[in-house]
């Protein structure tokens, strides 16, 4: 058991440009979320998948942003046109269906848009 | 709809002290609650839970009550050490208890000195 993990770590990328970052979750987990958290802030939910199906989404997730999980493994977030204002820790964290709380947060990627 | 709030930081507290961080939730239902910790460059940890009404979680000294009649869930720890010093998040489960769709508070700052 690796953990989660993210990629990349870092992302510095100019306003208007497209980026996309990786969450592998732990093998056996069929629960995949994503949550974004700004500086002084507590995380906040993004929206989260059983296996390959997008569940829940929640209404901080503007049509820019899109998520996939094919094959129920890997997920990937993307951010089209990005704005200063998406400038955060995106944190991505798995679990088994029916479990309270989430034990296994990957490290985040950090976006910077210039 | 639901939410949590957490005493503003940062709190400092001098070695051996007694901790006390205050969290108290408006829900709907019975969700669970949660502690995170945040140290220094690391990524978030669950350090406790509690999934119903006068559930005690404890982890590494640290202990919260799940209060249903005062909706609180205060972290408390006897004597904190310098390696405690972190950022500590109060978290409910939004809607069903057993799910990772998470609702955090705003985060509290502890500074233990020597």
């Known amino acids: 058991d690796t953990g989660v993990s993210q990629d990349p770590r870092h992302k510095i990328t100019k306003r208007g440009q497209n980026v996309t970052f990786r969450c592998d979750p732990i093998?056996?987990?069929?629960?995949l979320y994503w949550y974004r958290q700004t500086l002084g802030q507590g995380p906040e939910f993004l929206t989260y998948f059983q296996n390959e199906a997008q569940l829940e989404k929640s209404r901080l997730l503007s049509d820019r942003f899109s998520a996939e999980r094919p094959k129920g493994s890997f997920s990937t977030l993307e951010i089209q046109r990005t704005e200063q204002g998406d400038s955060a820790m995106y944190l991505c964290a798995s679990s088994l269906e029916g479990v309270a709380g989430l034990k296994f947060f990957g490290p985040g990627t950090r976006l910077t848009v210039l | 709809g639901n939410s949590v709030t957490q005493m503003e930081g940062p709190v400092t507290l001098s070695e051996e002290a007694f901790l006390t961080i205050n969290c108290t939730y408006t829900?709907?239902?019975?969700?669970?609650l949660f502690w995170y910790v945040q140290y220094p460059g690391e990524g978030l940890q669950l350090l406790l839970k509690?999934?119903?009404?006068?559930d005690k979680g404890s982890n590494k000294g640290f202990e919260a009550t799940y209060r249903k009649e005062t909706t609180s869930f205060h972290l408390e720890k006897g004597s904190v050490q310098v390696s405690d010093s972190a950022v500590y998040f109060c978290?409910?489960?939004?809607?069903?208890?057993?799910?990772?769709?998470?609702?955090f508070g705003q985060g509290t700052t502890l500074q233990v000195k020597p």
């Open positions: 093998s056996e987990h069929n629960r």
């Open positions: 829900a709907t239902g019975y969700p669970s």
């Open positions: 509690a999934t119903k009404a006068d």
């Open positions: 978290a409910l489960s939004d809607g069903s208890s057993n799910t990772g769709k998470l609702i």
